[in-house]
């Protein structure tokens, strides 16, 4: 079974650019979530989808930050414009039905804002 | 707010050296405890899930355990290829599914 998969693994922007992340969930797996470590901190939650409807964004930082699930499978992350504080490493997950509390994670991607 | 704290840092072992690392949480109505692992460059890697309070999973060299305030987990006699950064995170009844992580112990088993 193919994990959490992300893309790119590595991004490098400008201040002020446009970014968008992708996560690729296990299949059948209706639960997505959205994660970031920035430097020196620990993984802080972002928000969750089930299916393509967003159950909680509270930990969504600003209005910079959108998020989206069309059709329930992958999803995007995108900043836009980019800050410095916005470097890090951003983590999807997603969980099945069920079993909700039990989340697989991708390898992340590592954004770094210069 | 909800806080989990971990404990030591870091910590230096000797192959077969056995140890325990630390998770402590202050959470209002703990629905889960999850450990996890990491490798440098990859993601968490799932562990174990804990419910209750004197609950306990094994797992080759790995043995976690629960109580109303924190979690240990017990490396056995580890192996090099256990080094790695532990992960303790809770999830919490009146959030969702979000996970409250802790901030790691880095583990580096020396042969």
């Known amino acids: 079974e193919a994990g959490v998969t992300q893309f790119p693994s590595h991004s490098v922007i400008e201040k002020g650019q446009t970014v968008t992340l992708r996560c690729d969930p296990i299949?059948?797996?209706?639960?997505l979530y959205w994660y970031r470590r920035v430097m020196g901190k620990e993984i802080k939650f972002l928000l969750h989808?089930?299916?393509?409807?967003?159950?909680?964004e509270s930990g969504m930082p600003n209005n910079r930050f959108l998020a989206e699930r069309t059709g329930g499978t992958y999803s995007t992350l995108k900043v836009q414009p980019a800050e410095l504080e916005d470097s890090g490493v951003y983590f999807c997950?997603?969980?099945?039905?069920?079993?909700?509390?039990?989340?697989?994670f991708g390898p992340g991607t590592r954004l770094t804002v210069t | 707010e909800d806080q989990v704290t971990q404990s030591p840092e870091a910590l230096r072992l000797q192959e077969g050296e056995s140890s325990s690392l630390n998770c402590s949480y202050t959470?209002?109505?703990?629905?889960?405890l999850f450990w996890y692992r990491q490798d440098p460059g990859k993601g968490p890697e799932f562990l174990f899930t804990?419910?209750?309070a004197g609950e306990e999973k094994e797992k080759e060299r790995l043995k976690a355990t629960l109580t109303k305030k924190e979690s240990f987990l017990h490396i056995t006699a580890p192996k090099p290829e256990d080094s790695a950064t532990y992960l303790c995170?809770?999830?919490?009844?009146?959030?969702?599914?979000?996970?409250?992580f802790g901030g790691g112990t880095r583990v580096l088993v020396k042969p």
């Open positions: 997950a997603s969980s099945q039905p069920g079993r909700d509390y039990e989340q697989y």
């Open positions: 299949s059948g797996h209706d639960n």
């Open positions: 989808f089930v299916k393509e409807s967003k159950q909680d």
């Open positions: 959470v209002s109505g703990l629905r889960g």
């Open positions: 804990l419910y209750s």
């Open positions: 995170a809770v999830s919490v009844k009146a959030a969702g599914n979000k996970l409250t």
